[in-house]
């Protein structure tokens, strides 16, 4: 069965809804994500955005990850077998959706980039085309984040292009700062994209010791911070990652309220 993503929304109307959104849909949400009302609350100042990367390919701890009891934010690659069934799944539980583009990196696997990577060797039009036809394969998608992409995000030429096809497609963009040659700040302050960035990742070692730890930073950030965006992964760490989250869940809830990244665009 063929998905439609429904229409856009202009990138101002976003940052201004989010929060009223975010509000409209809680009592599903509260269905779907068991506890939500246990989180610190709306008066709390700290927000927490748990993305997770690489949903698509009915990867390891997908199904862990999304009976997680917080929202969340779901990177999900376009193009592959369980794209629509993901991102059906993950909008049905009140999670933010967003495509987690394939994108060039300095080095790694060509493997894991999927379908349709953005490669920095590519013409204008193609990249056009292919941000364009990953959009269009992930429904309800408010955003977009970069899987890999430690060459493209530093490369002004491409990024201007994916940032415009953002903008024209009503959707922010989450720089998952694989690299600190990233141009993406400068390129989307020019063309007009709201801006997020990951201040974490929690898994990019394999352990529930090294998520813990990660854990234990992203506190660190909340000492100075009112918001903090957290990235993990399913996949090799994902029953780890999904694990270490839901043990931690109930301390955090006490301290933070879990919000969908597209929240982070809204005053607390």
């Not at 949903?55 to 997908?62: D, E, I, L, Q, Y």
């Not at 960035?197 to 010791?209: E, K």
């Amino acid at each position: 069965m063929k998905f439609r993503r429904s229409a856009a929304v202009g990138w101002r109307q976003v940052a201004l809804l989010a929060g009223a959104l975010a509000l409209a849909a809680a009592p599903n949400a509260q269905a779907a994500v068991p506890g939500a009302s246990e989180d610190a609350g709306a008066q709390s100042i700290k927000r927490v955005a748990i993305v997770i990367d690489d949903f698509g390919n009915g990867s390891k701890g997908t199904t862990q990850m999304l009976g997680l009891p917080i929202r969340l934010t779901t990177a999900i690659m376009p193009f592959l077998p369980t794209t629509h069934q993901d991102a059906e799944a993950a909008h049905a539980k009140g999670h933010d959706v967003i495509v987690h583009l394939p994108m060039e990196p300095m080095r790694g696997n060509p493997k894991w980039l999927g379908p349709n990577a953005i490669l920095t060797s590519l013409p204008d039009d193609e990249i056009r085309r292919r941000v364009e036809a990953a959009v269009a394969d992930v429904p309800y998608a408010v955003g977009m984040n970069n899987h890999m992409g430690s060459k493209a995000t530093a490369d002004e030429r491409v990024m201007r292009i994916v940032l415009q096809v953002c903008k024209e497609k009503g959707l922010f963009f989450l720089d998952s700062r694989t690299s600190y040659r990233s141009v993406v700040p400068k390129v989307a302050k020019e063309v007009g994209v709201p801006l997020l960035r990951n201040d974490v990742f929690l898994d990019d070692v394999y352990t529930s010791q090294h998520v813990s730890k990660q854990l234990r930073v992203l506190r660190e950030f909340l000492n100075k911070k009112s918001n903090c965006v957290a990235i993990g992964h399913v996949g090799p760490p994902g029953l780890v990652t999904s694990g270490t989250l839901r043990s931690a869940i109930p301390q955090w809830r006490r301290e933070v309220r879990f919000v969908g990244v597209s929240e982070l665009l809204s005053p607390s």
